[in-house]
């Protein structure tokens, strides 16, 4: 096949990328994303600040706008992200226990419902683990309010709100094995084994130098599948260039594949051009949409 998509698809998954509502008028931008991808993520439509800004007041426009761009082109989309503690409006943490509870559980609610049977896939909750050591959980308002149970509850909400979504968890520096991708296995393994709904584990997989490919990537991602969820590499981009960027690229697509539960690959982006990492070049297409070595190393592994 001659597009990541297809070639991807071949191989019974999904090749992503995060989209821009912003950046959709620019042609090159739609035509590289219409042409290469088959499932689009909303890079920041879908987060608490763009959609409940001010309390039960809801903002739909510019993710509506990313849903209805792949719908319309027979493309998935990946729902990003329910419940996180960043990019959360001031209101929130100003709430009570009670009314932060209730609230949370709206939001996901009132977002779920509008986006019901669009979605393939809710990051419903994102990063609530702290990097280090411990394996403790993050500092947010929802852990320092509602305590370790918010996520369950999260989960449960969610479940109810869209049966069909497969509902992830999401995280960074977690793709290799280590204290945090630790405290999220032993996380999902408890909400299996007590029934609470879980359907894949988001691996954003964000590498640079001083945060490489794990050496031990494919066999983190088959230990998390072994509990019995999906694996999905959710955010992917590597800084870099040349061939040791391409190689990288290889390394990781050779990864999911090696996995059989991993469903899909999503890259943070269409273009070097938008990266949320200005300093780096970790995309697959460059800032004049040409291809880059890595988008040949993509598409040879898959
Ligand atoms: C980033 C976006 O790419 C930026 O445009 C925004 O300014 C900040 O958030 N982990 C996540 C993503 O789960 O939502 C983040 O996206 C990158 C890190």
């Known amino acids: 096949a001659g597009t990541l998509g297809a070639a991807a698809a071949e191989k019974g998954r999904y090749f992503g990328a995060a989209v821009a509502a912003n950046h959709l008028g620019e042609a090159p931008y739609a035509s590289t994303l219409n042409t290469e991808f088959n499932s689009a993520t909303p890079e920041n439509e879908m987060k608490w600040d763009a959609v409940e800004s001010t309390r039960n007041s809801f903002t739909y426009g510019p993710a509506d706008q990313i849903v209805n761009h792949a719908q319309s082109r027979g493309m998935k989309v990946r729902g990003h992200t329910l419940v996180w503690h960043s990019q959360l409006p001031g209101w929130v943490g100003g709430l009570g226990a009670a009314d932060l509870r209730t609230a949370m559980n709206n939001h996901i ?65 977690t793709d290799g094995v280590n204290a945090k991708s630790n405290a999220v296995y032993n996380l999902v393994r408890d909400f299996k084994a007590r029934g609470v709904p879980i359907d894949c584990v988001g691996f954003q997989s964000h590498f640079n130098s001083a945060s490489p490919v794990p050496g031990d990537y494919r066999a983190n991602l088959q230990r998390f599948a072994d509990l019995g969820v999906d694996v999905q590499i959710t955010e992917l981009d590597i800084e870099g260039s040349g061939t040791a960027q391409a190689n990288s ?44 070595p890595a988008y040949n190393a993509v598409l040879t592994a898959l």
């Open 109 to 173: 609610t009132q977002v779920m419902q509008h986006y019901k049977g669009k979605i393939h896939s809710w990051d419903v909750v994102n990063e609530a683990f702290q990097d280090g050591s411990s394996g403790a959980r993050r500092s947010s308002p929802f852990q320092d309010k509602l305590g370790n149970g918010f996520i369950e509850e999260a989960f449960r909400t969610a479940r109810a709100a869209d049966p069909a979504a497969k509902l992830c968890y999401n995280d960074y520096n």
């Open 249 to 292: 690229y290889t390394t990781v697509v050779n990864a999911c594949l090696g996995v059989s539960r991993c469903t899909g690959i999503t890259v943070w982006g269409v273009t070097d051009k938008y990266s949320w990492r200005a300093s780096g070049t970790p995309l697959l297409f460059d800032n004049n949409y040409a291809k880059k």
